[in-house]
């Protein structure tokens, strides 16, 4: 017993040195090194200001762009520094409850389930094609543009499973905003 | 469901299989001492470790010496661990300036990660410094996953030997675990996962200005290095609240198949090892198709629940053909979920992409009974063989009590005491987790944590005992777990669920290990046929599963029939 206390000891200090320090230490250089871009959280910046990454949702809810899905993020929606689901159980009546109200707000009579479900994360950056092809006459209008102009960006951006097997199909909505203020202007 | 998705879910578990032998081989040279591809580089570390520490390789321990060894190392790094979170902000490398942990989070966060649960009460962005989840949480996700496998190639060698006593040397096992193992598979899938996009970074934060003009403040840090070894390690503690359903964990269909293969390969190619070692590559094979039968069967039930919608939202106008995105991300899609949530619950790893407490009620019912199984399908590394090897032992005394004859296992006669120490062990799971959910379901401490009443109230109890006691660390999250209560009865249950089934079976091995290895005659029961497959998934589920089956008939299964009948809570 009592000479099984210097290993114990011993090797938790030296396990902690190699795992807990040196590992990630050492992978933290060779990434900042080797992929700065992925490693430094994919930012993208527009005209030299920061805008968000490419993998994470923002919130989205003026009518000239489109709108991710709805996120249970607290306080604010889609708060990055604080991802959290709704977690609320199926038979929930305060999902039922918000659900529904959201369906109501949309003015569909089927909406697609992406659109008023909260994601795992709240951050969600994607929304499904049929999501966001029913937001495409809303855009239009609100751009003062033809619906094809918007459907043309649109399926610049969606992304389609490779190969029709490996992913699923997607449109990443902050993308497909920055398109969408190249290709039609705000104030144009 | 549909054709792409069964077919992303066979070329996983293929990949999975691709590895299982390579790395089944490696692992068998690197625990019988053989030189191997890393010894040229590893070696000289190796030995330095063992001389500081006073480690002797040629001087092994019988089983009550290699228990004390683990006890006295999980003890010394629960204790580190446990000082490092409750003093967090007295300690460098905390960027955010966050606060040392309450006594009870500290508790449940040590036992959590020293039992391989993790278990997280806390969101990690929003409670952990860098210097935490670095010094403290990834360090445990490594050794706590090394003990396991060190544990699993005790009870193995229990097989290889016999007429001794000696088991095998704890601190050799547990060094070249974390050295010749985890180390370098961890190496490799952190740099694959930076280049998917996975941060790594010591930044905690950087703050964006949004399209609309609003300021988003977007968490980031050495994320890659934390989430390769969650994976590797079975651990499933995410660097982010929500764990692999967030973005920077997981952000694409390519990152999550690597996410599910790597949880998956070290614990698969393990079962392998031992059918090297024992001289039976066919016994390791038959261990791991009862486990890759069972994950099947397990993911395509989830698969078909969840792609069928909840009905209470389609009366409402969501239109059912995309299935129930309640606690989905679209990137991931209904088979990806479904696979990530039976092979998290499979395995002990825990780790999640879509939130369990938000699937339909049949589908929250399947990850929440393949946890209850034990964790066998091919359970967390290490502590997945010897659960597996356990059931075994069952399986082949069942058959022998059928047929009159004295049951063997590889030729080593299974008699009264290995039964006793078999029977201990799976009987802890269901006590541990009926009691404290029966105590919380009817005391207002427990029910107050609640967040949907109803049936899915029960489950969220049921499931976060369930969890905790099979060291997995998933949850239904709406319960509010961080409670002193909760906090400190689960941190028992994860500390139960480890050592109190860890120490049963090594008390077995040290019992196999002296008898003689007796020759295969044409009256021994094959144990590496389809006939064992098939008997060892009926003992599985029927002493793993049946003993749970009241409670779950009152949380999921009440509830699936409620839903249907258009009630909520």
């Known amino acids: 017993m009592l000479n099984q206390i210097r290993p114990a000891i011993v090797l938790t200090i030296l396990l902690s040195a190699v795992t807990g320090l040196a590992y990630p230490l050492a992978i933290t250089g060779a990434a900042q090194a080797a992929f700065p871009g992925q490693a430094n959280g994919s930012r993208i910046e527009r005209d030299g200001v920061l805008i968000g990454s490419d993998l994470i949702g923002q919130n989205f809810s003026t009518a000239e762009y489109f709108w991710p899905r709805p996120s249970a993020t607290g306080p604010d929606p889609y708060n990055a520094a604080g991802s959290s689901g709704s977690n609320i159980g199926p038979t929930g009546a305060a999902l039922v409850e918000r659900v529904a109200a959201a369906v109501t707000a949309s003015g569909e009579t089927s909406v697609p389930a992406d659109a008023v479900t909260t994601s795992g994360s709240g951050l969600d950056p994607h929304v499904t094609p049929q999501y966001a092809a029913m937001q495409v006459a809303r855009v239009a209008t609100a751009r003062g543009v033809e619906s094809s102009v918007i459907e043309a960006t649109l399926a610049a951006v969606t992304e389609q499973p490779i190969l029709g097997i490996f992913g699923e199909p997607r449109v990443n909505v902050l993308r497909l905003n920055l398109a969408l203020d190249e290709a039609a202007p705000l104030g144009s | 469901m549909s054709f792409p998705g069964w077919l992303q879910i066979a070329l996983v578990l293929i990949a999975t299989l691709a590895l299982v032998k390579p790395l089944g081989l490696y692992m068998a040279k690197v625990f019988t001492g053989e030189r191997n591809l890393l010894s040229p580089v590893l070696g000289p570390v190796e030995r330095g470790f063992y001389a500081l520490a006073g480690v002797r390789t040629d001087k092994e321990q019988t089983w009550l010496g290699y228990a004390m060894g683990v006890l006295l190392f999980s003890l010394t790094g629960f204790v580190v661990l446990y000082a490092m979170l409750r003093l967090q902000h007295l300690l460098p490398l905390n960027p955010q300036g966050f606060a040392g942990l309450s006594p009870d989070l500290a508790f449940n966060t040590a036992a959590s ?368 777990a961080n409670t002193p209560w909760y906090n400190t009865t689960l941190g028992i249950a994860m500390l139960l669920g480890r050592f109190a089934y860890l120490v049963p079976v090594l008390a077995i091995a040290g019992s196999l290990v002296a008898k003689p290895r007796a020759a295969a005659s044409t009256g021994t029961f094959p144990t590496d046929r389809p006939l064992f497959v098939g008997l060892l998934i009926g003992i599985i589920i029927i002493l793993g599963g049946l003993q749970f089956f009241p409670a779950l008939a009152l949380g999921p299964i009440v509830e699936h029939f409620v839903m249907l009948a258009g009630q909520s809570f």
Not at chain 2, 268 to 289: C, E, H, K, N, P
Request: glycine letters at 12%.
């Open chain 2, 113 to 480: 990660f020293v039992t391989n649960t993790n278990w997280q009460s806390y969101g990690g962005e929003t409670t952990m410094s860098h210097l935490s989840q670095m010094l403290g949480l990834t360090v445990q996700n490594f050794v706590s996953a090394a003990t396991g496998i060190a544990v699993a190639m005790a009870l193995t060698r229990a097989f290889v030997r016999s007429g001794v006593h000696e088991l095998g040397n704890f601190w050799v096992d547990l060094t070249r675990a974390t050295l010749y193992v985890l180390l370098p598979l961890a190496i490799i899938v952190a740099l694959a996962f930076v280049a998917m996009g996975l941060p790594q970074s010591l930044d905690a934060s950087f703050v964006a200005t949004t399209l609309e003009g609003a300021q988003q403040t977007i968490a980031t840090g050495p994320v890659a290095t934390q989430e390769a070894i969650k994976q590797l390690g079975t651990n499933g503690g995410g660097f982010f609240n929500v764990n692999a359903a967030h973005p920077f964990e997981n952000p694409t269909a390519f990152s999550n198949y690597l996410n599910i293969i790597a949880m998956l390969s070290v614990s698969a190619a393990l079962v392998y090892a031992f059918g090297q070692m024992v001289g039976s590559r066919r016994q390791g094979w038959a261990l791991i198709s009862v486990s890759f039968i069972m994950l099947v069967v397990g993911t395509g039930a989830i698969y078909w629940a969840e792609s069928y919608g909840n009905p209470l939202l389609t009366a409402v106008g969501v239109d059912p053909a995309m299935g129930n995105m309640e606690g989905k991300e679209v990137r991931f899609g209904q088979a990806m979920s479904a696979l990530y949530a039976a092979v998290t619950t499979g395995l002990s790893n825990g780790g999640v992409n879509a939130m369990h407490g938000s699937l339909t009620p049949l589908g929250g019912l399947v990850p929440m009974s393949l946890i209850q199984l034990g964790e066998v399908l091919p359970g967390g590394v290490g502590s997945g063989l010897y659960g597996l090897l356990v059931f075994a032992i069952l399986a082949v005394f069942v058959a022998g009590l059928m047929v009159g004859r004295t049951p063997e296992f590889l030729g080593k006669k299974v008699e009264a005491r290995e039964m006793k120490f078999a029977m201990l062990a799976v009987l802890i799971l269901p006590l541990v987790i009926l009691g404290f959910t029966a105590v919380s379901a009817v005391a207002e401490f427990g029910t107050s944590s609640i967040l949907t009443p109803g049936p899915h109230g029960l489950s969220e109890i049921l499931y976060a005992y369930t969890s905790a006691a099979g060291n997995n660390g998933s949850a239904f999250g709406g319960l509010t």
